[in-house]
């Protein structure tokens, strides 16, 4: 039972500390709020506890570093909470055996469940990560959809399950299989990539599991595959929706058996690798259509990690923006600096390139900007060159689907007559719900900012069907 359990609370902010203990009050049968290190430590000393939720930036020190030092008791789970929204915090969490990492803002039934499930058994210890390791590892961003999977490379620092990486191309899926490896069990081990769609149908065997001399034509010397170059390590399969269906086999029987052999070979070598394959296709739909087996999908899909493509991020693009500036350096590109306008224009762009777009725009403007400071001009021109157009601003979208909205209706049998009475009710409509949550259902300041009569707005509310009380 939970309700018999002590949680302690680390947490220097008092209302996140109130409502986690309003929320959480019936969950154990007392919890202890501390608001420092010295605090926390003090607490330890007398007491005991069967978890703790810790903050990381405290008045006097750091939630997370400290804790190990502090005295607590190896198999106690510790679920870490914090604003700083990254792979580093992510992995210093797992570093000291935390059972839970949850960014700030988080939702509370998210924290329930990970306290009752946390009370029910006691974590066991996980080797620490080696500090030097603890960095981004060239992952750049804290939106939530870039939270989920930091989580999920946090959690796999301790295990050796298959990961299947997706998302579209340029999403950055070798850096996030370069960081599983480094974070892992495996880091001190070789990373080897190889890409299934660069290979030769006829070669890929060869190339993954090596050859022996005179195993075919031009095989002059005995060659080490890529499972024997990765052993100990990671092997990373990029583009693995593109390999032929006849090596899918083969690889599915190495993954069964974690043996293989080279071609032309007779001996069995041991597959010791971490696999981890990544594609931008469609993996359901290559499985139904017949071109990917599916007992070696669900074999390497044993934790899938999906990558959201940047315009689902917009909010990290300045700081990815600023990452490509400093890299840059290293390659003797001079240092920019961005206008604001610039900078909204890069982030209002959809980037069907991605990240790796993103950062091939930066290293031009880097290198053809006239200014040290970037300017809507350049940007502009950069993109033109690519062939993408200009960023859409608000009243171009409106445009945009404007007319796909048009072009719909008049293909349409029931083109009757009536398109623009119910294009400007649409519109009309969408202007003043916004209008009437800005001014929190002013009717008098709305008809102001509107520059229409009180009279005329309220009739208007009412042809709509608008409450201006929820709009």
């Not at 607590?72 to 929204?85: G, K, W, Y």
């Not at 610039?342 to 403007?365: I, K, S, T, Y």
Request: net charge negative; with cysteine; glycine share 8%.
């Amino acid at each position: 039972m939970t309700g018999a359990k002590t949680i302690l609370l680390v947490e220097d902010d008092p209302a996140i500390a109130m409502i986690i203990r309003e929320t959480l009050a019936p969950e154990c049968g007392r919890l202890a709020a501390v608001t420092s290190v010295a605090e926390r430590n003090a607490w330890l000393a007398d007491n005991n506890a069967d978890l703790i939720i810790t903050d990381v930036v405290l008045p006097d020190g750091d939630g997370i570093d400290s804790l190990p030092g502090a005295g607590v008791d190896p198999r106690t789970p510790v679920i870490v909470l914090s604003a700083q929204n990254t792979l580093d915090t992510a992995v210093r969490a797992t570093g000291i055996g935390s059972y839970d990492y949850l960014p700030k803002p988080f939702d509370l039934d998210e924290l329930i469940a990970s306290v009752r499930a946390a009370l029910q058994r006691r974590a066991e210890p996980v080797e620490p990560a080696d500090p030097a390791q603890a960095d981004s590892h060239g992952l750049v961003g804290r939106a939530p959809a870039m939270q989920a999977v930091y989580r999920t490379i946090a959690r796999l620092a301790s295990n050796d399950l298959a990961v299947l990486i997706l998302g579209e191309s340029g999403t950055g899926k070798e850096v996030v299989a370069r960081a599983i490896h480094a974070t892992g069990l495996r880091r001190s081990g070789p990373f080897v990539a190889i890409n299934m769609a660069a290979i030769p149908r006829e070669l890929i065997e060869a190339e993954l599991f090596g050859h022996e001399k005179g195993a075919f034509t031009g095989a002059h010397s005995r060659n080490a595959g890529r499972f024997e170059q990765a052993a100990g390590g990671t092997l990373f399969l990029d583009e693995i929706g593109d390999m032929p269906i006849e090596a899918q086999t083969r690889l599915l029987r190495v993954l069964q058996s974690n043996e293989y052999s080279t071609v032309g070979g007779s001996q069995s070598l041991k597959a010791d690798v971490r696999v981890i394959a990544a594609t931008h296709r469609d993996m359901h739909t290559l499985v139904a259509d017949g071109r990917f087996r599916e007992d070696l999908f669900y074999r390497l899909n044993v934790i899938p990690v999906t990558l959201p493509p940047l315009r689902d991020r917009r909010s990290d693009i300045a700081a990815l923006v600023r990452h490509f500036v400093e890299a840059g350096r290293h390659f003797g590109l001079p240092v920019r600096e961005f206008a604001p306008a610039a900078m909204q224009m890069l982030e209002r762009h959809d980037w069907p390139g991605n990240v790796r777009e993103l950062g091939n725009v930066v290293q031009r403007l880097a290198v053809l900007s006239r200014d040290a400071v970037v300017t809507v001009r350049d940007v502009e021109g950069v993109l033109r060159e690519q062939g993408e157009g200009v960023p859409a601003g608000p009243a171009d979208l409106i445009a945009r689907a404007v007319d796909d909205w048009a072009r719909e209706q008049l293909a349409g049998a029931e083109a009757d007559g009536d398109i623009h009475a119910r294009l400007e009710a649409i519109v009309e409509a969408a202007l003043l719900r916004r209008t009437l949550r800005e001014v929190r259902g002013n009717q008098l300041e709305a008809a102001r900012r509107l520059g229409i009569n009180r009279n005329t707005l309220r009739k208007r509310l009412g042809q709509l069907d608008i409450d201006p009380s929820h709009p």
